[in-house]
Structures are given as structure tokens and as C-alpha cells.
């Protein structure tokens, strides 16, 4: 006769404490490691920004792959190709900023004489006695030292030689991040598998789980974050220059570039091209034009921009997304404040798991305490009046 099999026994998990006293050195080995990585933020920035690079070069280096080139030679080659089109656009766009700058500073002379002599007597003010804009002079200063690139540059220089310390660690940055992805785009498989082993054979299945959807969410905030970035910029820009500014391009592509924050690409840019209009125009009728071009940049970044290029897989509301950008400046400086929407989506997604697993919980079902023994609920609600 059969007999049948014994069911396994199961383990009831640890508590808390409990697991906190057996594992503390796990723990506190974790925590040394995040004051270590606070202590060392200010030179956090270009490893924070060679992972970004190499996080977004991954699947294309993938990609090469699977047509059968070596992992090292297709890294060459996106390297190759990114370092030509940098140099392309440096090529095409540097000459003409460098114009606009120029006309803008050609332009500051009259602005301030316009404004001495026709916008501050319509608003009924007045300078001080003894401070009025010496626009002659003014003038004289601007074409001696605005007066074509040869000027430009030595001013540039100039500024450069008096400060040489920051220069030399600016260009350390700028050497090492792309040496950094190199190294990081070249390892990142073995560098996932390496940390996909160190993760407790228990919790491998969450761990898979939080990673592929983290992976998800990453991807469209950073993926479609930088296109949304870059769409911005070439309508802000070519917005400007159908309206008539001379520095279209300047403040197009700043104003698209600082559009991962909300509204400041939008507030920021409209108070630049205001600002730069009234310079080139001394009017201001112009300025509903340049309010046009950034409502419409606006209405098309928040109805077909970012629905179309980063969804809504993201989960990050306008108030948290500026609290965290905010929060990773002060916690982190320069670092923080690259690394806080990235970090933020993660976090998200953790919060996200986290809920899903509380609403499963013995504690969020219940439904009441149990009754004590020997009474009968039952009998005793009956027996209310």
C-alpha cells in the first residue's frame, strides 16, 4: 500500500530583528559603502556620467554583436561614430554661436540707452542722480573687446588663464569620461552577470523581476528624456528665428537642453529670449512673439513629445521630479542633480513593488484583531441593545 508523501516543511522567514542580528556586518558594510559613496560625490561626475553613456550604448554595441563583431570592435565603432558626429556638430554650431554671442553683445550699447532714455521714463522712474548708464563709454568697451573671434578668444583665454585650477579639473573630467565608458561599455554584460551572482539565490526571482522593470523604466526616461531634449531645442530655436531673433540658436539649445527639469527650459528660455529681444529690438511688441513660440513648445512637449517619446511607464509626478532633482544637488552637488531622475525612476519602481507586496500582507488584509479566547462575538452582538 502507498503511502502518500510527506509535504515539505516550511520554514517560517525571519523576523527583522532577528535577521539583523545574524547578518549586522552585511548591513553595516552596506551602509559604510553609501557614506562612501556621499564622501566621495564631488568626484562622482564623470564615472556618473561614462555609466550613463555606456547604459545607452549598450544595446546598440548588443546589436553589433549579434552580426557577429567582437564586443571590443563594435565599442569602437559607436565610438568611432559618436566622436564624429561630436565633431560634426561642433563644427556647424560653435561658428554660429559664437556670431550670435557677438551680435548680442553689439546690441547691449543701444539696449541700454533705450532703456535709460524711453522704457524707465514710460514706467516713471528715474536713475539716481550720479548712476546714469555712461552708454558712450559702454559702446567704446564692447568694441574694443567684442570686435570679431580674435577678441572673443583672447577674452576667453584670459578668463581661462585666471583660472587654471578649475580648467585643469574640468578638462580631467572631460578626458576621463570617455575613457570610463569605454571601459564600462566594453565590460557591462560581465558586469550585470557579476551582479546578478551576488544576489541571494532566494530573492533572485524579485531581483529579476525589479530588475527588468527597472530596466523598462529607465530606458524611457533616459532614451526618450534626450529626444524629447533635443525635439525642444530645434523648435525653440527655429520658433526664435522665424520671430526674428539674432541669438536663436543660443538660447534654443539651452533652453531644450535644461528641459529635463519641468517648466525651467520654459521659464528659463522665455525670460532668456525676452531678455535678448528687447537687447536686439528696444520694443516690445516682439515679446508676444517669443511668449507664442514657447507656449507652443510647451503644448507640444506636454501633448505629443513626452506621450509619444518617454509615456507614462515612468510614474514620476512634475512635484517629485523638481523635490528630487532639488534634493540630489544638495545631497550630491553636480552629481545629484545628473543622477536624480535615474535614481528617482528606481526608486519608483521599488516603491511601486513595495506596495504591491503590502497589499498582500497578512496585516494589510486583516480585517480585525482576533477575539479573545473563550467569547462568543457572535452572542454578545446579538445581546446589544
Known sequence: MATAPIPPTRVAPANALTMLREHWGWFALAAAILVLFYLLGPILAPFAIAAVFAYLGDPVVDRLEHYGLSRTVGVCLVFVVVAALTTLALVLIVPLLQDQVLSLADNLPAWAQWVQQVAMPKLGLKMPRGYQLDVDSLRKFMASHWDGASDFASIVAGYVGRSTPALLGFLANLFLVPIVSFYLLRDWDRMVILIRELIPRRLLPQADAFATETNDVLSALIRGQLLVMLALAFIYSFGLWLVGLNVALLVGIVAGMVSFVPYLGFVGGLLAAGIAMLVQEQALMPLVWVLLVFTVGQMLEGAVLTPLLVGDRIGLHPVAVIFAIMAGGQLFGFVGVLV??????????????????????????????????????????????
Open 340 to 385: 536624480a531622475l535615474p535614481v528617482s525612476a528606481v526608486l519608483a519602481v521599488l516603491v511601486r513593488h513595495a506596495l504591491r507586496r503590502w497589499r498582500r500582507s497578512a496585516l494589510y488584509l486583516e480585517v480585525g484583531a482576533a477575539p479573545p479566547a473563550g467569547t462568543n462575538p457572535a452572542a454578545e452582538g446579538a445581546a446589544a441593545p
